[in-house]
C-alpha cells in the first residue's frame, strides 16, 4: 500500500528537511512543511535571526546567507543545510497554507507544538472525505545531528507503516515496538479528511 | 461525442474487468474515472453492471477503486442510487479493510447530498417524488449498516471511519447557528414529507449517545487507543460544533482516565487527543463548557503550565466573543456550570432507563436558560409538542412548568434550582423505581444548589400550614414507618436522603404519597417552624425557647396553663424528658435528667432541643448545618419536637425579674456546660466548644460565664478536653479584644482573657504535678500571653526563696518552668524577649540549683539559637562586667582597707584569711552567681575558637580587676572550662600573653592543664617563656615543674627558695616526686645541695629564706633521712668554698640524727685539714659543732693549729677545762706538739698565748672588717660571674641591672669603707694589698677566685701567681676551673658565692652563741636586705642599661691596670 507521507518540524528548513530527503531518496512519497508563522534560520546573535517568509526559495536564502557571512554560515551549517534542502524542494511550506496539496496518509512531526498545529489545522479542515489520517509526533531537537538521527527513526518508521495494509489496525503495535526499540517517546493521533 | 465516449467507457470498463494485472486495470479505471468526470450527459447506464462485476473484483485495490467511482457516480446522477446503494452495502463487508473504508467515504457523501436533496425538495413540496424517496429509503438503510459497523464491538479501521460517519450524521441531524455554507437541517419546516426535525434530533442524540456509551467505562477497556482517540476526537467535534451537547460529552470526557485501562504509549496518545479536546472546549463559549472543570483536568494531563494558558484563553475568548454579555453574566455561567454538568451526568446515567427524559431534560435547560436559547436556536413548538408526544412519560405539574416558554420567563430567576425542583418531582413521582436515579442526584448536587433548590421550593409550601398541626402521633408514626419500611431495601443515608428530600420538598412528598396528606403538611410544617416561627421569637431574648421550658424549674408559680399543656406535650413526644418533666419545680432538674436510666436519650435531646434550638437562636445561619449533621432520627425528634411546640408557642409570656431571669440564664449555661461533659465524652465536642465559647461570649458577663467555664474546665482538665475547650475560649476572648469594637467590649474581653488564662495556669499547676505537660501546652497554644501569665511563669523559674522552701517540688517545678520557657522561646518571637529574660533571670539565680537548671537550658539549648545567642551572650557578659562593677563599689561603701585587697591578690593564690573569708563568702557565691553563666556559654562556644579566646580573654580582663570574692568564684569556675578547652593552642595565645594581675589566674589555669596527663611541649614552653619574660613569680612554673629539665629546675631553685614555707614544700615535693613518666626531677640530696648552693646575697635571698628552706628540708625526714644527709656532707664538704650554711647543716644534722656523730667528727677532721678557721661565719659554726659533739671532738680540737685552738678556746672558754683535762692525758699529752698544750696551758708558755690570743683577736677585727670591705667588691664580682658564664636570654635581661645595682651599691659602701679604713682607698686596693699582707685572708681568696671567675685563663694564672702557692684554696680553685665548662654548674658550685653567703651567714649560726658576732651581722644584714631592696628597685627602673655603660662603670671603679687589661680582654 503506498502512502503519502508528510514531514512537518517549523521552519520546514532543518528536520522535516533532511527527514524529506530521506524518505524522498527512499522512494517514499513524501511531503514536507513547516507550522511557524516565518522561516527562521540562526543569525549572528540569538537576537537577530534570518527570517524568511514561507516560499522564499531555498537558492534565494542561500545566496543571501552566503552573502551576509559565508564564514558564520558554513560554521553553523547552515549553508550546507539551504543547499541540501534545495536539492529536495524549491521552497520552505507553511502546513497550513497548503490544504490543497491533497491527502496524506501519515503526518510526521518533529515537535510537541507543531504537532499540535497540526492536529488544530486538521480538526479546522472541514472533514467530509472520512479518509483517516494518521499524525505522530517524534521529539527531535533542532540541530543538525538530532535532526539526522530524528530523520533516519522517521524514515525507519515509515517503513514499517509502509509495509501494512493499513495503519489503522497496527499502529498501536507498531509506535508501541517503536519505543520499545528506540526508547523514544512517539506519540500519535488520528484525525479525518 | 457522447456515442463515443460511452463506447469508449465500456471498452475501458471491459479491458479493466479483462485484464489479470493490477497496474493496467487501475490505468484503465482511472481513466474512465477521468472520461466520467468530464462528461456532463446521462450516465451509460449500461456501464453500471460492468462496474457492479469490478466491485467484486479479485484486487482489494480494484474493488476500492470502483467503489470511489461508484461513489462519484452516485453523487452525480441521484436518480442511480437505489441501484447503487445495495452494492455498496454489500462490499462493507469487503475483506478489504480499505474498500469497505471508501465505501463509508462513499456514503458519507452520498448520504450527505441525498439528505439535502430531499430536505430542500420538502421545503417546496409537500411530497417527494417516488425516486428521491427510494433513494432515501436506500440511504437510510445503508446509514443504519454504517452505524451498525460504528457501534460493533471491537476495533478496526473501518470502524473508525464508521464513527466518524455517525459523527457527521450527528452534525447532520442537528441544527446549528452561523451562516455556514453547510446544510442545516434547521431549514426544515413542521409539515415536511419525510423529514422531521425532532425525529432527527431524537436519532442524533441517541447516536450520541451510543458514542458516549462506548467510552464509558466497561466498554471503553475493550477499545484499543485509536479507537479511543477517534471517539474523543469525533465528540470534541461534535461538542465543539453542537455546544448544546457539551454538558453531555464533557463529563464523560472528563471523567475518562485512560491511564486506568490503557498503558504506555496508548494512554499517552489518548491524554493528548483528551487535552486537545479539553483546550478546544475551552475555546467554546458554551456554558456547559465547564471551563473549571476542563482546566483542573488539564492540570491533571499537564501538570501546570497548559492550564494556566488555558484559562487565559478562556477569559479571552469569554471577553471577546460574549460583546452582549456583561462579565456579571459570565460569572452566572460560570456558577451554572456544575449544575448543568451535574444534572447532565444525572440524567445520562438514567438514560438506559429512561430513554425520553434525557431530551427532555436538555430542552428544558435549553429553553429556561436565555442565553443557552440564542446559543441553540429554540424548537419550534410542534417539534416540542411532537416530543412531549414521544415521551413516555407524563409530567402533569413539572413538565408543564418547565417546559413551556412562557412559565420559564416566569421563573427564570431561579431557573437552575426550579428545574432541579422538576427533576426531583419527576423523579420522586415514579416512586421507588426511581430511588436509585434520586439518589446519584442528591449525591451529585452540591451543597449550595441543594439549598437553593431548597430554598426554590419553599415558593411551593402552601401558606395555610397550621392547619394541619392537629394529628401528630399518627405523623410521627408515619415517619417512622416510613422510615424503617426504607431501611430493609436501602442504605440509610438514602433514607435520609429520602427523608430530607421529603421534608423539603411538600409537593414531592404529595407525589410520592398522595393519598397520605398528613406527611406533607407536616414536613412543611416543620419547615416553617424552623426558620419564621423562630425568627419571630428572637427579640424577647436569646433564652426565649428556654424560657417555655425552664420556668417550672425554679419557679413554678408563674408557670402559665399553656405552659403545662406544652410540657405534658413534649413528655408525650419525647420520652428522654420525662424525668425533667416529673420533677417539676425541683431545681434539680439538670442532675436528675442525668441520673435517670435514659441518659443517652436525654442527651441526645438536649443537644436537639438545645444546642439545635438554642443555638439555632444564636446562629441562625447554622441551623441548616446543624441539622443536617444530625442522623435522620435526631432530625425527626427535632421536627417533631418543634412541631408540638408550635401551636402553643403563642402563649407564654412570662414576667420575670431581673434575677430570676439571670438565675435562669446562669442555670442554663449551667445545664449546658453540664450537658458538655457527656458530649466530651461521646467525643464529637471540636465543634461545640466553639460554640460554648461563643456562648460564653455572648452570656451576659456580669454573670460570670468564665468562671462557670473555668470550674468545667479544672474540674476534670483531662476529661472534659479542657485543653481544648480553654483554647477555644481563650481564642474566642482573644478574637472579641482585637476585635476592637468599642472600647468597653474589647477590655472587657481582654480581661477575661486574662484572668480565665491566668485562673487556669495556676489551677493546672496547682493541680498537675511538675511533669505534666498540660501547661505548657496551654501555653503555647493560647494567642497571646499577657504579663501576667508571663509573671507566673517567672515564679516557677525564679521562685523566690521563701517559696522555695515552701514548695517541696520546686526543683521540678524550676525544669517544667523552664521548659514551657524553652518552648516559648521557640514557638513565639513576640514574646521571645520576654521569655528569654526568665531564662536569663532564673540563670542567675541566687539558689545554685535552679541556676544550674537554667543553665543548662541557656547554654545547650538556648544558645544554639542564632537569634537570641547575640542577646545570651550580652545579658552573660552584662552580669560578668556587673560582678567587677558591683565589686567596686562595694568595696567604696565598705572603706574597708582597699589597699589591702590588690596586696592579697598578688600574694598568691592561697585565699584570704578565715575572717576575710568568712565575710566575703556571701559575695562569692554572689559573684559565682553572675558569673556560671558566662563560663557555661565559654564551654559551649568550643568549637568556635576565636569567640572563645575573646570570651577567656574576657575573663582574664576582668579577673585583673575583680575583687577576692569574684577571683575566687572565677577561681572556682575556670577549671571546667580550661578542662574542657584543653591545651589547645588558643588557650596558649592567652596564656603567652596574659593581661597583667591575672597571674593568679593564670597558675590555676595551669595548674588544671597540668593536671591531667604530661602536659605538651607547646605548654611547657609557653610557661618557661613567660617566666623567663614577663612573670617572674615562680609560681607559674610550679604546674609544670615535674616535667621540667633537672638544669632548668637548678636554675630556678633559688626563686622557689625564696618562696614562702609552704610554697616551697609545694614545690619542693612537685621536685622530688616529678612525674610519673620521667620520675624525680631532683633527688632529695641534690635538692638539699642546690639550697645549700644558694648565695643570699649573689640571689638576691633573704638568708632566712634559705634556712628555712634547710629546715624544711629537715622536717621531712622520711625524703631527707640520715644515709641522704650524710651523702649531702659528704659533697658539701668538698666544695671549695665551702657551703655558708654548711656548719648549719652539720648541726642540724647531728641534732636530728645523733648517730651521725661519728661520721660528722670524721667530717670535722676534714674541715681542720681545709683550715675552715679561714672562714670566719663557718669557724663559728666548727667551733659551736664542736662544743655540741663533745668531748668526742677534742680529738678534733687537738687537731687545730695551736693559734686556732687559742682562739676557739677564746671564743668557748666553756671548752677550755674539758679539753684540758682530755689533753692532760698522758697519752694524749705525749701526741701533742708542744704549742697546742702551751696553748692550753699545760705547757708553761703564758706569753706566746697571750700575744696570740691578741693577734686572734686583731685578726679577728681585722677580718671582720675586711669582711665587711670585701663583701662589696665580692657583690662586684658575683654580678660579673653570673653575667659573664650565662648565655641564656635571661641573662641579656639580668646583667645590666644586676652590674648597675653593684655599681649603685658599691659606691655608698665605697665611701664606708673608706671612712673605716683611711690608708685603703677602692675596695680592690684593700683587697689586694691585704692578699700582700696576709695570704690567709679569705677575702683575698674571694677576690682571686672573683678574677679568675673573669674568663681570663692567663688571669687566673696570674692570680693564682700572686697567691701564695701553697694556700689550700688552690686545689678548691682548680676544681673550680674544671667546673667553669657549664655555665650553670659554676653558678651552682660558685665558689664566690657560697664564700660570701657563708661570711654573712656565719654570724647567724653562732647567733646564739657568740654575742660579737651578733651584733655584726646585725650591722651587715639590713646593709644586705637592703641590697635586696634596692636591686629590686634597681631592677625595675634600669633595665635599659647598655653593656658599654657597665665597662665603663667598671673601669672607674677598678683602678688596677691588670683589671682593665682584663677588661680588654673580655670584649
Redesign the interface.
Known amino acids: 500500500?503506498r502512502f503519502r507521507y508528510a514531514m512537518v518540524c517549523s521552519s520546514n528548513q532543518n528536520r522535516s528537511m533532511e527527514a524529506h530527503a530521506l524518505l524522498k531518496r527512499q522512494g517514499l512519497d513524501v511531503a514536507s512543511y513547516g507550522t511557524g508563522s516565518h522561516v527562521k534560520l540562526p543569525g549572528p546573535s540569538l537576537r537577530e535571526p534570518n527570517v524568511y517568509d514561507f516560499g522564499t526559495p531555498y537558492k534565494q536564502m542561500f545566496d543571501e546567507l552566503r552573502r551576509k557571512d559565508p564564514e558564520l554560515y558554513k560554521r553553523n551549517g547552515i549553508l550546507q543545510m539551504i543547499k541540501r534542502n534545495l536539492s529536495v524542494k524549491l521552497a520552505p511550506q507553511r502546513w497550513q497554507d497548503n490544504a490543497g496539496d491533497g491527502v496524506f496518509d501519515v503526518v510526521m512531526t518533529f515537535e510537541e507544538k507543531v504537532f499540535?498545529s497540526v492536529?488544530?489545522d486538521l480538526?479546522n479542515r472541514e472533514?467530509?472525505?472520512?479518509?483517516?489520517i494518521l499524525v505522530m509526533n517524534l521529539e527531535v531537537k533542532d540541530n543538525h545531528e538530532e535532526a539526522a538521527i530524528g530523520g533516519r527513526l522517521a524514515l525507519e518508521l515509515c517503513q514499517e507503516i509502509e509495509g501494512n495494509?493499513?495503519?489503522?489496525?497496527t499502529?498501536?503495535d507498531i509506535?508501541?515496538g517503536f519505543?520499545k526499540q528506540h526508547r523514544r517517546?512517539?506519540?500519535?493521533?488520528?484525525?479525518?479528511y | 461525442m457522447a456515442s463515443y465516449s460511452r463506447a469508449r467507457l465500456k471498452d475501458l470498463a471491459n479491458s479493466a474487468k479483462s485484464a489479470t494485472e493490477l497496474p493496467p486495470k487501475l490505468q484503465r479505471l482511472r481513466y474512465m474515472r477521468r472520461d466520467l468526470q468530464k462528461d456532463d450527459s446521462v450516465f451509460p447506464t449500461e456501464l453500471l453492471p460492468h462496474l457492479f462485476d469490478l466491485l467484486s473484483d479479485q484486487f482489494g485495490a480494484v474493488r476500492k477503486f470502483v467503489a470511489e467511482i461508484l461513489g462519484e457516480i452516485g453523487l452525480k446522477y441521484v436518480e442511480l442510487i437505489p441501484e447503487i446503494v445495495p452494492l455498496l452495502i454489500k462490499s462493507l463487508e469487503d475483506e478489504?479493510?480499505?474498500v469497505a473504508?471508501q465505501v463509508?467515504?462513499c456514503g458519507?457523501?452520498l448520504f450527505?447530498s441525498t439528505l439535502e436533496r430531499v430536505a430542500v425538495q420538502g421545503l417546496h413540496s409537500s411530497e417527494l417524488n417516488d425516486l428521491l424517496e427510494s433513494s432515501w429509503t436506500w440511504l437510510i438503510k445503508f446509514k443504519d449498516e454504517i452505524c451498525s459497523v460504528a457501534f460493533k464491538q471491537g476495533?478496526?479501521?473501518v470502524k473508525?471511519?464508521a464513527m466518524?460517519?455517525v459523527e457527521?450524521l450527528i452534525l447532520l441531524y442537528t441544527p446549528h447557528e452561523g451562516i455556514e455554507a453547510d446544510f442545516n437541517i434547521s431549514i426544515l419546516r413542521g409539515g415536511h414529507p419525510v423529514l422531521k426535525i425532532g425525529d432527527l434530533s431524537i436519532e442524533a442524540s441517541q447516536k450520541l449517545g451510543l458514542l458516549l456509551d462506548q467510552l464509558r467505562h466497561p466498554a471503553a477497556k475493550s477499545l484499543?487507543?485509536?479507537t479511543i482517540?477517534?471517539l474523543i476526537?469525533s465528540l470534541?467535534?461534535v461538542a465543539k460544533k453542537r455546544p448544546a451537547y457539551c454538558g453531555r460529552i464533557l463529563p464523560v470526557l472528563l471523567s475518562l482516565d485512560p491511564l486506568s485501562f490503557l498503558k504506555?504509549?496508548?494512554a499517552?496518545?489518548t491524554n493528548?487527543?483528551l487535552k486537545?479536546v479539553f483546550l478546544?472546549c475551552l475555546k467554546c463559549t458554551h456554558p456547559a463548557a465547564a471551563p473549571d472543570r476542563l482546566t483542573s483536568a488539564l492540570k491533571e494531563i499537564e501538570g501546570g503550565g497548559q492550564a494556566a494558558k488555558a484559562k487565559d484563553l478562556f477569559y479571552k475568548t469569554n471577553g471577546s466573543i460574549q460583546d452582549k454579555d456583561s462579565v456579571e453574566d459570565t460569572k452566572v455561567s460560570v456558577e451554572e456550570n456544575p449544575l448543568c454538568a451535574s444534572s447532565d451526568v444525572a440524567e445520562s446515567n438514567l438514560s438506559r432507563k429512561r430513554s425520553g427524559s434525557e431530551y427532555n431534560i436538555d430542552l428544558n435547560g435549553d429553553a429556561s436558560d436565555g442565553k443557552r436559547a440564542r446559543i441553540t436556536p429554540s424548537v419550534s413548538e410542534e417539534s416540542t409538542d411532537g416530543l412531549n408526544g414521544n415521551d413516555g412519560v407524563s409530567l402533569p405539574r413539572v413538565a408543564s412548568t418547565s417546559t413551556g416558554p412562557s412559565d420559564s420567563r416566569g421563573v427564570s430567576d431561579s431557573g437552575p434550582a426550579q428545574q432541579l425542583v422538576g427533576l426531583f418531582g419527576t423523579l420522586v413521582s415514579q416512586g421507588e423505581k426511581a430511588i436509585g436515579s434520586l439518589e446519584i442526584l442528591i449525591s451529585s448536587i452540591s451543597a449550595d444548589l441543594l439549598t437553593d433548590v431548597v430554598m426554590a421550593n419553599m415558593h411551593n409550601i402552601p401558606p395555610n400550614c397550621s392547619s394541619y398541626a392537629d394529628g401528630t402521633d399518627e405523623l410521627v408514626m408515619n415517619m417512622c414507618i416510613v422510615g424503617s419500611d426504607a431501611q430493609i431495601k436501602y442504605p440509610p443515608s438514602f433514607v435520609a436522603g429520602v427523608l430530607s428530600l421529603s421534608t423539603a420538598f411538600p409537593p414531592i412528598a404529595a407525589l410520592i404519597n398522595p393519598h397520605n396528606e398528613d406527611e406533607e403538611v407536616y414536613s412543611v410544617h416543620v419547615d416553617q417552624q424552623m426558620f419564621p416561627a423562630e425568627d419571630a421569637r428572637t427579640p424577647p431574648g436569646l433564652l426565649a425557647t428556654c424560657d417555655t421550658s425552664f420556668p417550672e424549674n425554679e419557679e413554678s408559680n408563674t408557670v402559665s396553663p399553656q405552659n403545662v399543656h406544652y410540657i405534658g406535650n413534649r413528655e408525650s413526644g419525647i420520652p428522654g424528658l420525662e424525668s425533667s418533666a416529673q420533677h417539676d419545680g425541683s431545681g434539680a432538674l439538670v442532675t436528675n435528667v442525668l441520673s435517670s436510666t435514659n441518659v443517652e436519650a436525654a442527651s441526645k435531646n438536649q443537644n436537639a432541643s438545645f444546642s439545635g434550638k438554642l443555638l439555632v437562636d444564636v446562629i441562625p445561619s447554622m441551623s441548616v448545618d446543624k441539622l443536617e449533621e444530625f442522623s435522620p432520627k435526631a432530625v425527626g425528634t427535632v421536627a417533631s419536637a418543634s412541631q408540638f411546640v408550635l401551636p402553643k408557642i403563642s402563649a407564654p409570656v412570662v414576667d420575670l425579674s431581673d434575677e430570676e431571669k439571670d438565675s435562669l440564664q446562669k442555670l442554663v449555661f449551667l445545664r449546658i456546660v453540664e450537658a458538655y461533659k457527656q458530649i466530651s465524652m461521646s467525643g464529637g465536642s471540636q465543634l461545640r466548644f466553639s460554640l460554648l465559647a461563643h456562648l460564653g461570649v455572648e452570656f451576659p458577663s456580669e454573670l460570670d460565664p468564665w468562671k462557670i467555664l473555668q470550674e468545667h474546665v479544672l474540674s476534670d482538665y483531662l476529661n472534659h478536653e479542657g485543653h481544648e475547650l480553654t483554647v477555644r475560649v481563650l481564642y474566642r476572648l482573644y478574637g472579641e479584644a482585637e476585635a476592637e469594637q468599642d472600647f468597653f467590649s474589647s477590655t472587657t474581653a481582654a480581661s477575661a482573657y486574662e484572668s480565665f488564662l491566668l485562673t487556669v495556669a495556676e489551677a493546672l499547676r496547682d493541680s498537675f504535678p511538675p511533669s505534666d505537660k498540660s501547661l505548657s501546652k496551654l501555653l503555647g497554644d493560647s494567642p497571646h500571653l499577657p504579663k501576667s501569665v508571663l509573671m507566673l511563669l517567672e515564679s516557677f523559674c525564679c521562685p523566690g526563696s521563701g517559696e522555695v522552701e515552701k514548695d517541696l517540688q520546686h526543683g521540678d517545678r524550676v525544669t517544667q518552668g523552664l521548659s514551657a520557657v524553652w518552648s516559648l522561646i521557640l514557638m513565639r518571637p513576640g514574646i521571645r524577649n520576654d521569655c528569654l529574660n526568665i531564662a536569663l533571670q532564673s540563670a542567675v539565680h541566687h539558689l545554685e540549683e535552679i541556676r544550674m537548671k537554667a543553665i543548662r537550658l541557656v547554654a545547650n539549648k538556648l544558645y544554639s539559637l542564632s537569634f537570641i545567642t547575640e542577646q545570651i551572650e550580652e545579658f552573660a557578659k552584662d552580669r560578668l562586667f556587673s560582678v567587677v562593677s558591683d565589686d567596686c563599689d562595694k568595696m567604696d561603701l565598705d572603706l574597708k582597707s582597699p589597699p589591702n585587697k590588690p596586696q592579697h591578690s598578688i600574694s598568691g593564690m592561697s585565699m584570704e584569711t578565715p575572717s576575710e573569708a568568712t565575710s566575703s563568702s556571701t559575695s562569692v557565691t554572689e559573684a559565682q552567681r553572675c558569673l556560671s553563666l558566662y563560663f557555661a556559654l565559654c564551654t559551649k562556644v568550643l568549637r568556635i575558637f576565636t569567640i572563645l579566646r575573646l570570651m577567656t580573654n574576657l575573663v582574664f580582663n576582668i579577673y585583673k580587676n575583680a575583687s577576692d570574692p569574684v577571683k575566687q568564684a572565677i577561681h572556682l569556675q575556670i577549671p571546667i572550662l580550661v578542662r574542657t578547652m584543653g591545651s589547645s593552642s588558643e588557650l596558649l595565645k592567652i596564656i603567652a600573653d596574659p593581661p597583667s594581675g591575672s597571674d593568679n589566674l593564670l597558675i590555676q589555669v595551669l595548674q588544671t592543664l597540668t593536671e591531667g596527663p604530661t602536659p605538651s611541649s607547646e605548654l611547657i614552653l609557653t610557661i618557661r617563656k613567660l617566666f623567663d619574660t614577663r612573670i617572674k613569680d615562680v609560681e607559674i612554673l610550679f604546674p609544670i615543674l615535674p616535667f621540667l629539665p633537672r638544669d632548668d629546675v637548678l636554675r630556678i631553685f633559688p626563686h622557689m627558695v625564696n618562696l614562702p614555707m609552704e610554697k616551697f614544700q609545694v614545690a619542693l615535693s612537685r621536685v622530688l616526686q616529678g612525674s610519673s613518666q620521667s620520675g624525680p626531677v631532683l633527688s632529695p640530696s641534690e635538692a638539699l645541695i642546690a639550697i645549700h648552693s644558694i648565695d643570699p646575697a649573689r640571689d638576691g635571698i633573704p638568708l632566712k629564706q634559705v634556712t628555712d628552706a634547710c629546715n624544711t628540708c629537715f622536717a621531712q625526714r622520711q625524703t631527707f633521712t640520715q644515709q641522704v644527709l650524710a651523702g649531702v656532707l659528704n659533697q658539701l664538704v668538698q666544695q671549695i668554698p665551702l657551703p655558708m650554711l654548711f656548719m648549719r647543716t652539720v648541726l642540724q644534722a647531728i641534732g636530728a640524727f645523733p648517730a651521725l656523730s661519728d661520721f660528722i667528727l670524721e667530717i670535722l677532721s676534714r674541715l681542720v685539714s681545709k683550715q675552715i678557721w679561714k672562714y670566719p661565719k663557718l669557724w663559728v659554726g666548727f667551733l659551736k659543732c664542736t662544743q655540741t659533739t663533745q668531748p668526742q671532738s677534742y680529738k678534733v680540737l687537738l687537731q687545730l693549729p695551736p693559734l686556732q685552738l687559742g682562739n676557739a678556746l677564746t671564743k668557748i672558754p666553756a671548752l677550755r677545762a674539758p679539753l684540758t683535762a682530755h689533753a692532760s692525758q698522758p697519752e694524749i699529752q705525749s701526741s701533742l706538739p708542744r704549742s697546742t698544750l702551751a696553748v692550753l696551758g699545760l705547757v708553761p708558755d703564758s706569753q706566746g698565748t697571750q700575744t696570740s690570743q691578741v693577734q686572734a683577736n686583731e685578726t679577728q677585727t681585722s677580718q671582720e672588717q675586711q669582711q665587711q670591705q670585701a663583701s662589696e667588691p665580692q657583690q662586684t664580682s658575683q654580678s660579673q660571674q653570673v653575667s659573664v658564664p650565662l648565655s641564656h636570654s635571661q641573662v641579656d635581661h639580668q646583667e645590666p641591672s644586676q652590674v648597675v645595682a653593684s655599681q649603685s651599691q658599691s659606691s655608698p659602701i665605697g665611701t664606708v669603707q673608706s671612712a673605716m679604713s683611711q690608708s685603703q682607698n677602692s675596695p680592690i686596693d684593700t683587697g689586694r694589698s691585704e692578699m700582700s699582707q696576709s695570704q690567709n685572708s679569705p677575702i683575698d681568696t674571694g677576690r682571686s677566685e672573683m678574677s679568675q671567675s673573669q674568663n681570663s685563663p692567663i688571669d687566673t694564672g696570674r692570680s693564682e701567681m700572686s697567691q701564695s702557692q701553697n694556700s689550700p684554696i688552690d686545689t678548691g680553685r682548680s676544681e673550680m676551673s674544671e667546673s667553669q665548662s657549664s655555665p650553670i654548674g659554676q653558678s651552682q658550685s660558685s665558689p664566690i658565692g657560697t664564700g660570701q653567703s657563708d661570711m654573712s651567714q656565719t654570724p647567724q649560726v653562732s647567733d646564739s652563741s657568740a654575742p660579737e658576732p651578733t651584733s655584726h651581722t646585725r650591722t651587715s644584714d639590713p646593709q644586705a636586705s637592703s641590697q635586696t631592696l634596692r636591686d629590686d628597685d634597681e631592677k625595675i627602673d634600669d633595665t635599659a642599661t647598655s653593656e658599654n655603660e657597665v665597662t665603663e662603670i667598671e673601669k672607674s671603679k677598678e683602678s688596677s691596670e691588670e683589671e682593665e687589661e682584663e677588661e680588654e680582654e673580655e670584649e
Do not use: H
Open positions: 500500500m499540535d492536529l488544530e480538526n472533514q467530509s472525505l472520512t479518509k483517516t495494509e493499513t495503519w489503522e489496525d499502529i498501536d509506535v508501541a519505543e517517546k512517539l506519540v500519535y493521533s488520528i484525525s479525518f | 478489504t479493510p480499505a473504508r463509508i467515504a458519507a457523501d450527505r476495533n478496526s479501521g473508525l471511519c466518524k460517519f457527521a484499543n487507543s485509536s482517540i477517534v476526537n470534541s467535534s504506555g504509549v496508548y499517552a496518545a493528548l487527543a486537545t478546544s
